[in-house]
């Protein structure tokens, strides 16, 4: 398992590995003890289906990426119940292409929705992939009616930009020029 981790004022960033992803397919007390976390009861969050698992649990077979440059768990360490529980997931769809881009997605369980984690995560997330002197741009979708998906993507300084890859999804983008720190 990795060492790597980021730390926020309420939540570490842990990233997906082998043994992490294998976990939250067939596992999941043993996925609760690698994470050091409560994974709820109506975990995954939102759009994470089985097909997306598999696909990472094949780049992570292959070892075709970094460690960090595919998805992270997002662990609220919560200071009043001296818990911590797994509200999310998000991360990068692999290391930056030639021209620098990083593509970057999230999701969070609905009951920690509108309560700024997100925001937090990606801030961090996106604050560690342009210390990578090759990342020059990040970009991110989502569908119109997301709109508290939207505001999270402006709140970390994206800029809609239009069309997404696909029939239905609109894309935003950030520039390094306009990377704010947390």
Do not use: H
Not at 5 to 34: G, N, W
Not at 71 to 94: C, H, Q, S
Not at 135 to 157: G, H, M, Y
Request: aromatic fraction near 12%; proline fraction near 5%.
């Amino acid at each position: 398992m990795s060492n790597l981790s980021l730390k926020t004022e309420r939540l570490e960033l842990i990233p997906f590995t082998l043994e992490i992803v294998q976990a939250e397919m067939s596992d999941r007390s043993l996925l609760s003890y690698l994470l050091d976390a409560r994974v709820p009861d109506n975990w995954p969050p939102p759009f994470n289906d089985e097909q997306s698992l598999l696909w990472f649990l094949e780049k992570c077979q292959e070892n075709y990426y970094q460690v960090g440059w595919l998805g992270w768990y997002f662990v609220l360490n919560d200071r009043v119940t001296n818990e911590r529980v797994v509200i999310g997931n998000g991360g990068f769809k692999g290391e930056p292409t030639p021209d620098g881009t990083v593509e970057i997605g999230y999701s969070i369980l609905p009951e920690y929705q509108n309560k700024g984690y997100g925001t937090e995560a990606i801030k961090a997330l996106l604050n560690w992939a342009f210390e990578d002197g090759e990342v020059k741009r990040a970009i991110a979708e989502t569908l119109p009616e997301l709109k508290a998906s939207q505001r999270l993507l402006e709140k970390c300084n994206f800029v809609y930009i239009g069309e997404g890859s696909e029939p239905g999804i609109i894309r935003f983008e950030l520039s390094r020029i306009n990377l704010v720190s947390n």
